[in-house]
């Protein structure tokens, strides 16, 4: 397909591996598939990409302020805003090849986890491919926002100057970390779920899908990470590395399943 290499090598990995989740989730399309993105947020870290490497994907999302504002960075693109939609309203069942819910079950309570996945049967073709990323709740990623958030760490660290001083040695010593330049989504919606690789697959499977590949992202993520290793390429390949082997451990968690209900 043309542009997809050239696309995704100008993309930088960052410690919370957002370029090999978008590897992973890209090494299961096929260049004739269409793509829906659930719970997309503003659409930069997985449906923008894709779209500027000529994937056929929608993205959707119930915060308009979310989509509103990701419809705006498509435009500047060069990209068809309509791309993103805050409903689904005409799209016709059984229409995608492929689902993407990447950062978004664990924002799901367990009164709606049913027609969550309802949903996401209605819309996909019979035996086609749901793509999952979850945070792993029990990893590095949760213990580190538990630590940084809530017991105020971030906070200390900005009150006595530290965090800008590590960043300003980073910089003299030639690494900066990686700023994307749009947020992921303009909703504050907390994590409900905690996940282990265990029981998101059991999760799946009980909504007529069948588990193909569980996989690990990175070992190590979260504003700590972040702040002490933001920056180092060599860090990131170790921290992937680890993620892959370690996958229990890691701070998140890749689900590729297909489903098995009958048209």
Same mark, same amino acid.
């Given at each position: 397909?043309?542009?997809?290499?050239?696309?995704?090598?100008?993309?930088? *990995?960052?410690? =919370? @591996?957002?370029?090999?989740?978008?590897?992973?989730?890209?090494? $299961?399309?096929?260049?004739?598939?269409?793509?829906?993105?659930?719970?997309? #947020?503003?659409?930069?870290?997985?449906?923008?990409?894709? %779209? *500027?490497?000529? =994937?056929?994907?929608?993205?959707?999302? *119930?915060? &308009?302020?979310?989509?509103?504002?990701?419809?705006?960075?498509?435009?500047?693109? /060069?990209?068809?805003?309509?791309?993103?939609?805050?409903?689904?309203? @005409?799209?016709?069942?059984?229409?995608?090849?492929?689902?993407?819910?990447? *950062?978004?079950?664990?924002?799901?309570?367990?009164?709606?986890?049913?027609?969550?996945?309802?949903?996401?049967?209605?819309?996909?073709?019979? /035996? @086609?491919?749901?793509?999952?990323?979850?945070?792993?709740? $029990?990893?590095?990623?949760?213990?580190?926002?538990?630590?940084?958030?809530?017991? #105020?760490?971030?906070?200390?660290?900005? $009150?006595l100057y530290i965090d800008r001083a590590?960043?300003?040695?980073?910089?003299?010593? #030639?690494?900066?970390?990686?700023?994307?330049?749009?947020?992921?989504?303009?909703?504050?919606?907390?994590?409900?779920?905690?996940?282990?690789?265990?029981?998101?697959?059991?999760?799946?499977?009980? &909504?007529?899908?069948?588990?193909?590949?569980? %996989? /690990?992202?990175?070992?190590?993520?979260?504003?700590?990470?972040?702040?002490?290793?933001?920056?180092?390429?060599?860090?990131?390949?170790?921290?992937?590395?680890?993620?892959?082997?370690?996958?229990?451990?890691?701070? @998140?968690? $890749?689900?590729?399943?297909?489903?098995?209900?009958?048209?």
């Amino acid at each position: 397909m043309f542009g997809v290499e050239r696309v995704l090598e100008k993309m930088d *990995e960052n410690v =919370y @591996g957002h370029k090999k989740r978008l590897d992973w989730i890209r090494s $299961y399309l096929k260049p004739s598939d269409r793509i829906l993105e659930i719970g997309c #947020g503003t659409g930069v870290m997985i449906t923008l990409p894709l %779209a *500027e490497s000529c =994937y056929d994907i929608k993205g959707f999302d *119930e915060d &308009s302020s979310s989509i509103e504002y990701g419809q705006k960075v498509l435009t500047s693109s /060069g990209l068809d805003s309509n791309i993103l939609k805050q409903d689904l309203k @005409g799209v016709d069942s059984r229409s995608f090849d492929v689902i993407i819910a990447s *950062e978004v079950v664990e924002h799901i309570d367990d009164d709606d986890m049913g027609a969550f996945f309802d949903n996401v049967q209605h819309y996909l073709k019979p /035996g @086609g491919l749901l793509l999952v990323t979850v945070p792993n709740g $029990y990893g590095c990623f949760e213990i580190e926002n538990a630590i940084w958030s809530q017991f #105020g760490l971030g906070r200390l660290l900005s $009150y006595l100057y530290i965090d800008r001083a590590v960043l300003e040695l980073k910089q003299v010593l #030639g690494f900066k970390n990686l700023i994307y330049p749009h947020p992921s989504t303009l909703s504050a919606s907390p994590h409900l779920q905690y996940f282990t690789v265990k029981s998101i697959c059991r999760l799946i499977e009980t &909504s007529e899908f069948e588990v193909l590949q569980s %996989a /690990g992202s990175t070992l190590m993520s979260g504003p700590i990470t972040n702040l002490l290793f933001g920056g180092l390429p060599v860090f990131f390949r170790i921290n992937n590395f680890l993620g892959k082997r370690l996958k229990y451990m890691a701070s @998140g968690i $890749y689900i590729a399943a297909q489903s098995n209900k009958a048209r």
